[in-house]
C-alpha cells in the first residue's frame, strides 16, 4: 500500500536538546511507569479498604463501600478523566482552583491522572478483595471470633491475609489493566508512552514503526509484570485452595 | 521525415496530451469506477474548513473544495451515479488512512511539508497560513516574547507544536508547553485559564474565536512564526488522480469560484454562531489564486 519504511527512524535525532525518537519513547515509557506503579499503589490501598468496607456487618459502613464501588466503576474511565482535569479546578474555589491551574502543566495532567487512575482501579480492587473475603468459608471468621479476636483483629489476622492470598490472579489483571488504562492520559496532555508514540508519528510520519515500537514496549512491561505476579502467586498460594497443592 | 508523416506525429503527440488520460493510469480512479464509491476524508471541528454543523452535515471551505473535485471525478469517468462516504478523520489518524485505502482524498487543514510528502502526495495549495497566538484581550501579551515563563498550549501533532517547543529551546524562553488532542480542546485549555496563550494556524484561531462563548473577549496576535499551505492528501504514486485532483483546484482558483468560496466561509457569517471571521484574504492567497501551484512551504 505504499508505505515507506524506515525503522531507522527510531535512532535519528529528535529535534529537541539531542535526544533520539527511541529517547523519546523511553521518557514516555518511564511516565507510564511512574504513573501506573503510584496509582497501583493507591488502587491497593483504597480498594483493601473498601472491600474490608463492603463485607463488614454494618449497613451504613457497607452501603458507602457500595456507592463508592459503583460510582467509580459505572462511569468511562476517559470521562472521569475529563472531570478530574477539566471539571473539578472549575468546582474548587476560585482562589484552590487557580493556584492549581497555575502550576506546571506537567505536574496538573500528572496529577489529575493519578487520582484518576487510583480511583478507577481502586474500585475493581475492592470487588476482589470483597469476592476474596466472601469466599472463605463462614467457619474462619467463627473461630476467630470463638478465640476471642474482636471484628477488627479478626480482619486484620484471618480474614484478609486469607482474601489476599487468593485474589493474587485476579490482582494481576487488574495490574496488567493499570498499565494499559494509563494510555488515557495522553488526552490531558500527559507525555506518557502512548503519547510519545503518537508524537513521533507527528514528526516523522512513521506511523507503524512507531505504534509497533510502543507496542513492544507495552508488552514488554506486561511480561515483566505477569512473571513477577506468578512468583507472588506461587508463594502466597494456600494450600488446599484453587491451584495450592 | 516527410511532411505527412510529421503532421501525423504532432496530431498523435497533440492527441495524447489532449485526450484525458487519467483513469487509465490512476489507481485510485479506478477503484472509484469500480466500486462507484469515493471515499472523502474530512475533519469534524476545523473551523470555517471542515466541520460539522448543527445538523450533523459536514461543511466548509475545504470540503467545498473537495465537492468539486468529486464533481470532476464524476464528469471524468461519466458516472451517472457516484456515492460519497464521509470518513471522519483527525490529524493522527489521516495519514495512515489515506495510506491504506480508507479514504481517497482528504481536504481539511492538512499542512503539505516535506516529511508527509515522503508518505503521501498532495494537491495543489487550498489555503496559506500563518502560525500566530491567541489570547485573552487583557493578558497584555502582543508578540512571541511576551510568552516567557508562561503556559502555552497547542494542538498535538500539528506545525505549531514543534515550532514552539523549538522557539522555547533556542530563545530561551522557558515557557511550559500542553499539548492537547484538538482545538476544541486546545480552546477549553486557554479559556479555563491554564493557558495564558493558544498557538495555532491563525485561520482556525479565527474559527475557535467564533465557537467562543463571547467572542469579543479573545485576540489574535504576534507575528506569523511560520507559513503554511495547506493541500488535500492523496495517495502517493497516482499522478493520474492528482492531476484530476490539482486541475480541478486551479480552475477553481483562476476562475474566480475560489475567491467566491473564500468570501463565503470568511467574510460572511458562518455557522455555528453566525460569527463572521473577518479574516481577509492574504497577499499570500491573491498570489496563489493567480498562480496555483503544490509547493510547500519550509
Known amino acids: 500500500m505504499g508505505y515507506h519504511w524506515n525503522w531507522a527512524v527510531l535512532l535519528a535525532p529528535a529535534p529537541s536538546g539531542g535526544l533520539t525518537y527511541l529517547d523519546w519513547l523511553l521518557s514516555g515509557l518511564k511516565v507510564t511507569l511512574a504513573l501506573s506503579l503510584s496509582s497501583w499503589l493507591m488502587a491497593l490501598a483504597l480498594g483493601s479498604i473498601m472491600g474490608v468496607l463492603r463485607t463488614v456487618p454494618n449497613r451504613w459502613l457497607s452501603g458507602i463501600a457500595s456507592a463508592y464501588v459503583e460510582i467509580f466503576r459505572n462511569i468511562p474511565l476517559l470521562v472521569q478523566l475529563f472531570i478530574w482535569y477539566f471539571v473539578l479546578p472549575e468546582l474548587l474555589p476560585t482562589g484552590i482552583g487557580t493556584a492549581f491551574k497555575q502550576l506546571d502543566p506537567l505536574l496538573q495532567q500528572f496529577l489529575s491522572a493519578w487520582i484518576c487512575l487510583g480511583f478507577f482501579t481502586s474500585a475493581r480492587v475492592c470487588e476482589q478483595v470483597r469476592a476474596g473475603i466472601g469466599s472463605l468459608p463462614p467457619g474462619q471468621k467463627n473461630a476467630a471470633l470463638a478465640l476471642g479476636f474482636t471484628l477488627p483483629q479478626t480482619y486484620r489476622f484471618v480474614l484478609v491475609p486469607m482474601a489476599f492470598r487468593l485474589i493474587v490472579p485476579p490482582l494481576t489483571s487488574e495490574f496488567l489493566n493499570i498499565f494499559k488504562n494509563s494510555a488515557v492520559c495522553s488526552t490531558i496532555g500527559l507525555l506518557e508512552l502512548a503519547a510519545q508514540g503518537r508524537q513521533l508519528v507527528d514528526y516523522t510520519a512513521q506511523a507503524y514503526e512507531s505504534f509497533i515500537a510502543v507496542t513492544l514496549l507495552y508488552v514488554l512491561i506486561n511480561v515483566v509484570v505477569m512473571v513477577a505476579m506468578r512468583k507472588v502467586e506461587e508463594r502466597t498460594r494456600v494450600p488446599g485452595y484453587m491451584g495450592g497443592k | ?298
Open chain 2, 1 to 298: 521525415m516527410n511532411r505527412i508523416q510529421l503532421i501525423i506525429a504532432v496530431a498523435i503527440v497533440a492527441g495524447i496530451a489532449t485526450t484525458p488520460v487519467f483513469a487509465q493510469d490512476s489507481s485510485t480512479l479506478k477503484k472509484i469506477r469500480e466500486t462507484g464509491t469515493i471515499s472523502l476524508g474530512h475533519r469534524e471541528s476545523s473551523i470555517p474548513f471542515s466541520y460539522y454543523d448543527d445538523k450533523q452535515q459536514v461543511i466548509g471551505y475545504s470540503q467545498e473544495l473537495m465537492l468539486k473535485v468529486v464533481d470532476a471525478v464524476k464528469a471524468e469517468l461519466k458516472l451517472a451515479k457516484l456515492d460519497i462516504r464521509l470518513v471522519p478523520v483527525t490529524s493522527q489518524n489521516r495519514i495512515p488512512l489515506v495510506q491504506n485505502g480508507t479514504v481517497d482524498i482528504e481536504c481539511g487543514s492538512t499542512t503539505n511539508n516535506l516529511e508527509r510528502q515522503k508518505q503521501v502526495a498532495f494537491s495543489n495549495t487550498i489555503f496559506i497560513i500563518g502560525t500566530r497566538l491567541m489570547t485573552r484581550k487583557d493578558s497584555g501579551i502582543k508578540d512571541f516574547p511576551d510568552l516567557a515563563g508562561k503556559n502555552v498550549v497547542t494542538t498535538a501533532g500539528t506545525t505549531s507544536e514543534r515550532l514552539l517547543r523549538k522557539l522555547n529551546e533556542d530563545k530561551k524562553l522557558s515557557m511550559n508547553i500542553i499539548s492537547a488532542k484538538d482545538h476544541g480542546e486546545s480552546f477549553l485549555t486557554l479559556e479555563t485559564g491554564r493557558a495564558a496563550a493558544f498557538m495555532m494556524d491563525d485561520a482556525l484561531l479565527y474559527g475557535e474565536m467564533a465557537k467562543a462563548k463571547r467572542a469579543g473577549d479573545w485576540a489574535v496576535v504576534g507575528t506569523p512564526q511560520s507559513r503554511e499551505a495547506y493541500g488535500c492528501m492523496l495517495r502517493k504514486d497516482d499522478p493520474g488522480f492528482k492531476k484530476l485532483v490539482d486541475s480541478t483546484i486551479a480552475k477553481a482558483m483562476t476562475s474566480g469560484e475560489a475567491e467566491r468560496i473564500y468570501n463565503k466561509w470568511f467574510m460572511s457569517p458562518v455557522p455555528p454562531k453566525s460569527l463572521n471571521l473577518n479574516f481577509v484574504l492574504s497577499e499570500d492567497m491573491k498570489a496563489l489564486f493567480k498562480n496555483p501551484n503544490d509547493k510547500a512551504f519550509e
